[in-house]
């Protein structure tokens, strides 16, 4: 049988099989095959911000003219990528009018780093009228996963206009709704179960106030999304920046979910635990956000700490390591909860600071109080990633985990990963594992 003769769902099953080299060598020397290799190599098309601008501006200027040129181009486009600073009139007309099967969109700040983080402005007061409504009536609404990342002043009109979204990810840099505001479409379909199931909600390092809650917790309540899966990331400040008036925020963007919520992830460099040094603070943190029992559906747990030297440090390791067991003991099966089958733990050490068997004892002997536990994820790190010795010393690391882990008897439920070789365990990592 000849290749013209396969049916043309075969043959795209088999550019599946293909490597991205491969895929474009079969795209330029057969006619037969030109469209199943399209097919898959621009499926997932992006112009990443680690690109030198000058390289990403002419691959978004020859996308955009391929665009124009090849009728059918823009059908196979279902995942794009694109940094901000591309983004004009001309260009959102030409690419998002052309790819009308894309579900998946995530448009990306610079990432500048310096004493403070510094983000790029959303686009969007630069652009025509007739652009704005076009991404609001025609593109936003049909998205099924939207990350916009490294951006301030995200317009919260954009977040209304997500009608099929599943998966949202943005930082708290969400401008409030205009106040001559009137619901849509979506806002009127009273009884009609949301579809957004995940939200990746990173908190600015610099920002000094829960600015984004409000909008995306009115949001939640007027539509009535039940979120399965919540990852909060970057909440690394000082006490001062987070008040009470923060977790009440913060508090009012999870009670729509608290029901339905399934799994939980304290991402980034550090969890915000350590920057609460009042107890009496703490304690109502933790009955508002921290206390796992609240989440009656709630099976995954993801934390992140790093255990400094303890001048760095704004409360003493053994509070550290306290708090962290506390959390670990809420998540215990209740009459009114599952409990918890997997946590994972990204941990992170400076080398020399101490004694880390001191440090896992507890918070291993807190897991094994889970009996519903059924498989147990470690990420160590410990700096400096330089060092000559980073090996050895992970090595060792390692081994004083497995043994903590085979007293309690832990270590056969337990996956333990070392050192720049894995990514940390997130929401995402996870889910690729189910």
Request: charged share 20%; proline share 6%; net charge negative.
């Amino acid at each position: 049988m000849h290749l013209v003769e396969l049916p043309l769902d075969i043959l795209n099953r088999l550019m599946e099989l293909v490597d991205r080299q491969s895929l474009l060598s079969c795209a330029l020397s057969c006619r037969v095959l030109r469209s199943p290799s399209q097919r898959m190599l621009f499926a997932w098309t992006s112009f990443p911000p680690y690109w030198e601008i000058s390289v990403a501006s002419e691959g978004w200027k020859q996308f955009c003219e391929s665009l124009d040129t090849t009728g059918d181009l823009g059908q196979h486009v279902r995942t794009l990528t694109v940094r901000a600073v591309l983004l004009t009139d001309q260009t959102i007309a030409s690419v998002f009018s052309k790819t009308r099967n894309l579900s998946n969109l995530g448009i990306e700040g610079e990432r500048i780093r310096g004493p403070r983080m510094v983000r790029t402005e959303m686009p969007w007061l630069n652009l025509q009228p007739q652009t704005c409504h076009f991404l609001l009536q025609d593109v936003f609404p049909r998205l099924i996963t939207l990350r916009l990342w490294n951006l301030e002043s995200i317009p919260a009109i954009i977040i209304e206009s997500l009608a099929s979204i599943e998966h949202l990810e943005c930082a708290d840099h969400i401008t409030p709704l205009p106040e001559n505001f009137t619901p849509g479409p979506l806002s009127q379909s009273i009884g009609k179960p949301h579809p957004l199931r995940r939200l990746d909600l990173a908190r600015s390092w610099d920002s000094k106030q829960a600015i984004g809650y409000t909008p995306l917790a009115s949001y939640f309540r007027r539509h009535g999304c039940r979120l399965r899966e919540i990852s909060l990331t970057q909440f690394n400040i000082n006490e001062e920046l987070m008040g009470l008036s923060t977790m009440h925020s913060l508090g009012e963007l999870l009670a729509p979910s608290r029901t339905s919520l399934q799994a939980l992830a304290f991402q980034g460099p550090d969890s915000f635990i350590t920057h609460i040094r009042d107890e009496a603070s703490y304690k109502k943190w933790f009955q508002g956000i921290y206390d796992l029992g609240q989440y009656p559906a709630l099976t995954t747990f993801i934390i992140n700490f790093l255990l400094d030297y303890p001048d760095e440090l704004e409360i003493t390791i053994s509070q550290y390591i306290q708090r962290i067991v506390d959390i670990l003991h809420s998540g215990r099966p209740t009459a009114s909860s599952a409990g918890l089958r997997i946590v994972a733990i990204n941990a992170e050490f400076e080398a020399g600071v101490g004694d880390q068997k001191s440090w896992w004892h507890p918070i291993v002997r807190a897991l094994s109080t889970i009996p519903t536990l059924q498989k147990i994820y470690f990420k160590i790190d410990v700096s400096p990633f330089y060092d000559n010795q980073s090996k050895e010393i992970h090595n060792a690391s390692k081994s004083v985990l497995e043994e903590v882990l085979k007293g309690e008897g832990l270590l056969e439920k337990s996956e333990i990963s070392l050192g720049d070789d894995d990514p940390k365990w997130s929401l995402s990592t996870l889910g690729s594992l189910t």
